[in-house]
């Protein structure tokens, strides 16, 4: 046990919530029902190309105006997963106020991309046309290009300008069923498997208004990843299984990113960083992460002349989800989900009036350190906290994710101003079954530039305007014979002139 970090059991006061309820029987390997629905209509989870589609109070509204281009795609793909009967279902209440003759209103499944048009190569098309009343056809483009009519168009018992509900279902054994106010329009057998994104698309002119929309699939993540352990003891990291990087500096003095002695302890410390993070390498699903934060300088420092010597501390978030392990622009706003730990509070970025908690004790007032746990099972996201020199975490917020189990690389980011270390990170995979590799132990010696000791760093100006210098220094040591070292930024110093020097 590391020096200096548990000592007794002080309890956390917190904001508590009624979690049993939430609590999963079972992990099933990153199960998710992923529900897509008019809470949803953003962005985040659909493509909206040509910025025409509309969305007004939950609802989809496609205007007479409508081009072939103008389409509404859902961003995730739906995928075969040996758990689930059901490939694809989607419903909503569609009303046409305009169908022109020839033009079909379509409801895409098997998509290769968010960019895709009507009779793209692989797409299964339930097509709305009004010749002769409407009617309701199905038709699969191969990848040769051609076209195979699976249903015939035929009346589905839709109106102009009158609501219907509809419903199409997709199996995991290739079968498709489209319903229209309860009633089988069709079942049929498909030649492909309908794996891929779905799509609102028409061929132009069609004016139509979608709501009441559910679109639900299943996903069952299991990526391939590694345990971590990490208290960079040895004065390192370990680069086999972590990425660390800051892009950009606050404006006192000293300032860096690095692993330094702190309380007789090695710790990542962050002095005067303006936007840093620790990340994975590896991507996971159904995890826990806990870690340590050992110092906590919340309080604005000043030198005798006045000059900002530390600049307190904001905010620190852990994303979940993210796209790449390394980014060189300040990217946690698009991962899947954003837990922020800012002031007394702890809350979720996607939804941060239900996922919200209240801190009796805050660690930002009172500078005081403190341990933080996240845990994902099964889209139900767990928040524990406890000062660091306790024993055991406290819930302070649980909830479950609509979009279901995020798949992908986890981050500790400090977004803004940041004086805080972080020491004693640790990741566990909970999958059921889980795909863990063990991997060589890859040093990389996160340590400042000879001469440039963060103590030492003087503050400079050129024409009164602030510039950046970056230095990056690793020093990446292989663990063991036929082992290539990781290269990556672990160390990023903003040196600046002399006022006087300047001038």
């Known amino acids: 046990m590391k020096r200096g970090k548990r000592i007794a059991s002080v309890l956390l ?9 939430l609590t999963p029987m079972e992990i099933k390997a990153g199960n998710s ?27 989809l509204v496609f205007p007479e105006e409508s081009t072939d281009y103008t389409r509404f795609i859902a961003k995730s793909p739906m995928k075969i997963e040996e758990l689930s009967s059901t490939l694809v ?38 097509a709305f046309t009004g010749d002769g009343g409407i009617k309701a056809g199905i038709t699969v483009y191969n990848e040769d290009g051609t076209a195979q009519v699976i249903v015939a168009p035929k009346s589905c018992g ?49 004016a139509a208004e979608i709501s009441n929309i559910e679109l639900v699939h299943y996903e069952y993540a299991r990526p391939e990843n590694t345990n971590i352990s990490e208290d960079f003891e040895d004065g390192a990291m370990d680069i086999s299984k972590l990425t660390a990087k800051m892009l950009w500096t606050a404006l006192g003095d000293p300032m860096g990113q690095y692993v330094t002695e702190y309380n007789g302890s090695q710790v990542l410390m962050h002095v005067n960083t303006g936007c840093a993070y620790i990340g994975t ?14 110092y906590v300088g919340v309080e604005k420092e000043y030198k005798e002349d006045g000059t900002a010597e530390k600049l307190g501390f904001d905010k620190l978030m852990v994303t979940l989800g993210g796209e790449k392990a390394d980014w060189d622009t300040s990217k946690w706003d698009i991962s899947a989900e954003v837990i922020v730990l800012e002031n007394g509070t702890v809350y979720s970025n996607s939804n941060r009036e239900a996922n919200h908690a209240i801190l009796e004790k805050n660690p930002f007032a009172e500078g005081k350190p403190f341990s933080m746990q996240v845990k994902m099972v099964d889209s139900i996201m767990t928040i524990g906290m406890k000062w660091l020199e306790e024993e055991n975490f406290q819930t302070v917020l649980q909830y479950k994710l609509k979009g279901g189990t995020p798949t992908g690389h986890l981050h500790i980011w400090a977004p803004q101003t940041a004086n ?25 010696k996160i340590v400042v530039p000879e001469g440039n000791a963060p103590e030492e760093l003087e503050r400079i100006y050129a024409d009164k305007k602030q510039e950046r210098s970056n230095r990056y220094l690793l020093i990446p040591v292989t663990a063991g014979a036929g082992v290539s070292a990781l290269v990556i930024t672990a160390l990023i110093l903003r040196v600046k002139k002399k006022e006087s020097e300047a001038k």
């Open 33 to 59: 029902e992923i529900i897509l629905d008019g809470e949803t209509l953003t962005t985040s989870a659909w493509a909206n190309p040509e910025k025409d589609v509309v969305v007004e109070e939950q609802k």
């Open 158 to 206: 839709i109106s102009l300008n009158k609501a219907a509900n509809i419903k199409a279902v997709i199996t995991t054994d290739k079968k498709i069923q489209l319903t229209v106010n309860g009633s089988t329009v069709c079942s049929e057998t498909l030649p492909v498997s309908g794996e891929g994104r779905f799509g609102f698309l028409q061929t132009g002119g069609c």
């Open 13 to 21: 006061a917190a904001a508590l919530l009624s979690v049993s309820a």
């Open 281 to 294: 390498l590896y991507q996971y699903s159904n995890f826990e992460m806990t870690f340590d934060v050992p």
């Open 420 to 444: 805080f270390a972080i020491d004693n990170l640790k990741i566990t995979n909970l999958d059921e079954n889980a795909k863990i590799i063990e991997t060589e132990y890859v040093s990389g």
């Open 89 to 126: 279902s989607l419903s909503a209440r569609v009303k046409f106020s305009k169908l022109p003759q020839g033009k079909n209103f379509i409801l895409a499944f098997g998509m290769t991309s968010i960019e895709g048009v009507p009779g793209d190569a692989g797409n299964i098309e339930v």
